[in-house]
């Protein structure tokens, strides 16, 4: 079991001297500014939100971006080396999947900014002459593998304090699309506080921090310590397969994969596809200093990015796609419960002298993990190619690149009626 800044248990008391003594060490004070001024329970909830802060983030948050070590070609399986051996894959997925030793977790606590679209992204109607919900499109690409394997594999959804209502009552008012619904369970990520610039923690009242979703890389502590992670026990669940909401031709719990990954006897796997073009934003799965890693299209040197192998083709050419399967052991021992945290620049509504201001421009940033840190704390990771057409339609924009229009055309491609 692992511990740390995902586990945290909730509703841990803290009092004021306490709350005040910690604030001091980590400059923070301002959060008790209004303290004298509360009532009883705005006092309460101030000190609760302290209390599930997690100050020790402020230790190594400012640290600045991670020098790359020495990076190689991960070890990627291709489209034809899978095919070749795409009947053995197969049965040694499904034989896993009749087991039961497979579930599938979506990650589906994202705010979805850049979509624009208010309301959790998979309720957006991604339909044109019919209503085709993205959650639909998914749990239809889950069901393929139901009728492959003849079991419903069960679903962990991650939502977030934001979307978690929301999210289960589409489900509910749509019959969860005709998925065995006792194999469904949600569960809500942790969250972290917003802070300025300068480092000091936002207030959205004064008596309560602006808290944000902490990203998609706490999804495994956040399950562990919900009441989901005894399912994992319970149910002889040895290997997760994690992803993304926004990817609508997501092939979820596919047998070869899943077969891929138990020949290769490694940790872990991912799905890759082969960048679009050199400057495609999308993770690239190398190694670094010979342990995988997944390198962000704005980290990778300028040296490697467009350098080409000796056949010609882009040495760093695959890109991952947010579906990776891991080992639940390998995740149990591998130091995952403090993955460093993510600056992403944000506009964030706060108080200012007591008044809440909205702000035009950026002020400050949301803290975030991210489920690619994981990766580098496996034992070894397989890239399993697909094929990019069939199987990678993200909707990340309302229009232009990864957007509504592009995953549109993708699903007709794909022979599913919109
Ligand atoms: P993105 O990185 O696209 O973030 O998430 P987002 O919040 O959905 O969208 P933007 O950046 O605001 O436009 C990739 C995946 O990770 C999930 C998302 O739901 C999506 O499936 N995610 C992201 C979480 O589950 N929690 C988070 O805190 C962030």
């Given amino acids: 079991m692992i511990i740390g800044r995902d586990m945290r248990s909730e509703g841990d008391f803290m009092d004021y001297t306490t709350a005040k003594a910690l604030l001091a060490k980590y400059k923070q004070s301002h959060m008790l500014q209004y303290y004298e001024e509360l009532n009883g329970e705005q006092r309460e909830e101030l000190l609760d939100c302290i209390g599930r802060i997690d100050f020790s983030l402020f230790d190594d948050v400012f640290a ?53 679209f208010n309301g959790p992204k998979g309720t957006f109607d991604i339909g044109v002459n019919r209503r085709l919900y993205v959650f639909e499109c998914l749990i239809n690409n889950l069901k393929d593998c139901v009728e492959q394997s003849g079991t419903y594999a069960h679903l962990f959804i991650m939502t977030s304090f934001l979307n978690d209502g929301q999210t289960r009552a589409f489900f509910e008012e749509h019959n969860y699309f005709g998925y065995d619904p006792t194999k469904i369970h949600f569960y809500v990520q942790k969250t972290s506080p917003a802070i300025s610039f300068d480092g000091k923690i936002l207030m959205e009242e004064k008596y309560r921090p602006v808290m944000t979703p902490n990203g998609n890389g706490g999804w495994y502590g956040s ?120 600056l992403s620049v944000k506009k964030i509504p706060h108080i200012v002298d007591g008044k809440r201001v909205e702000p035009n421009e950026n002020n400050g940033y949301k803290l975030e993990s991210l489920a690619v840190d994981i990766i580098g704390h496996m034992g070894g990771c397989l890239g399993v190619e697909v094929v990019r057409e069939r199987e990678f339609a993200p909707v990340k924009n309302k229009t232009g690149v990864d957007s509504v229009e592009t995953a549109r055309r993708l699903l007709v491609q794909n022979g599913i009626k919109i």
């Fill in 223 to 342: 399950l562990m310590s919900s009441e989901c992670g005894g399912i994992l026990a319970k149910e002889g669940i040895e290997w997760l397969n994690v992803f993304g909401v926004d990817n609508v031709l997501q092939r979820i719990c596919d047998p070869v994969f899943i077969g891929a990954t138990l020949k290769s006897r490694l940790p872990c796997s991912g799905k890759v596809v082969k960048k679009s073009c050199v400057e495609e934003k999308v993770g690239v799965l190398c190694k670094e200093n010979g342990r995988p890693a997944i390198v962000e299209y704005f980290e990778m040197p300028p040296e490697h990015k467009a350098e080409l192998d000796c056949n010609g083709e882009l040495k760093y050419r695959y890109g991952v796609i947010l579906n990776y399967l891991f080992n639940v052991k390998a995740l149990n021992e591998a130091n995952i419960s403090a993955l460093p945290y993510h």
């Fill in 64 to 116: 600045g971006g991670r020098s790359l070590g020495e990076l190689s070609p991960a070890d990627v399986l291709s489209v034809e080396e899978a095919e070749a051996r795409r009947d053995e894959f197969k049965q040694a997925g499904l034989e896993a999947l009749k087991k039961g030793k497979v579930a599938a977790v979506l990650l589906a606590g994202g705010q979805g900014t850049r979509l624009g």
